[in-house]
């Protein structure tokens, strides 16, 4: 079974650019999130989508979008990126259910501004 | 507002030797509390989880200790090996899990001969 996986695996962008990142979820797996991990801290939560609707919202800038589509893949958008934006992105796919099943991570993409 | 903290930072431990990693959280509608265990340069993978309706859940090696009352969860590891150097994080969530995880900021375990 293919795991969560994530692309490009590495990237590299100019200050001022943009740039969207992609994440396929676990098959059957409805819900996919997004977080973003600095070097040398925990994963920090972006955003949370089930059956395409927006199920959360972390405290990150307007510049940060998402999308979820009909086959449940999911694209991450950051505009007018930033040094601090330079981090590991995170997607993560969960089976829902009434007793949760927690989530399974991809192994990210590496985003570095310069 | 950090609602998840971890300790310690790091960790050394000889191998055979039990590992112990501690949490706390602030906010008691959390109801699922995962540890993932990350390798530089991967995703951080799903260790062993807990609700809190038991005190204790064991899964070979790894057991993770909750007490309700003081807020507080820990990792244990017993007879550590060197393949369990990697950075573990704390984690809770609330709605058994299917809402956001918020972390704790990790612990970088080394295990030494």
């Known amino acids: 079974d293919a795991g969560v996986t994530q692309s490009p695996t590495h990237l590299i962008k100019t200050r001022g650019q943009q740039v969207t990142l992609r994440c396929s979820p676990i098959s059957g797996h409805k819900s996919v999130s997004w977080y973003q991990q600095v070097l040398g801290q925990g994963p920090q939560f972006i955003f949370q989508y089930y059956e395409k609707e927006e199920r959360g919202r972390g405290n990150f800038p307007d510049r940060f979008s998402a999308r979820q589509f009909p086959n449940y893949s999911s694209e991450l958008n950051v505009n007018a990126l930033l040094l601090g934006d330079s981090a590991l992105y995170l997607c993560a796919s969960s089976l829902e259910g009434p007793r949760g099943y927690g989530y399974t991570f991809g192994s990210g993409t590496r985003l570095t501004v310069v | 507002q950090q609602q998840v903290k971890q300790s310690p930072q790091s960790l050394i431990v000889q191998k055979g030797g039990i590992s112990i990693i501690n949490c706390a959280y602030e906010n008691t509608a959390f109801d699922y509390f995962p540890w993932y265990q990350q390798f530089p340069g991967k995703g951080p993978a799903l260790l062993i989880a807990i609700r809190p309706d038991v005190s204790e859940k064991k899964e070979g090696r790894f057991t993770i200790s909750f007490n309700k009352s003081a807020k507080q969860f820990s990792l244990h590891i017993m007879d550590s090996q060197p393949g369990d150097s990697a950075t573990y994080f704390c984690?809770?969530?609330?709605?058994?899990?299917?809402?956001?995880?918020?972390f704790g900021t990790g612990t970088r375990l080394t295990i030494i001969p």
């Open positions: 984690a809770a969530s609330k709605d058994f899990g299917n809402e956001k995880l918020t």
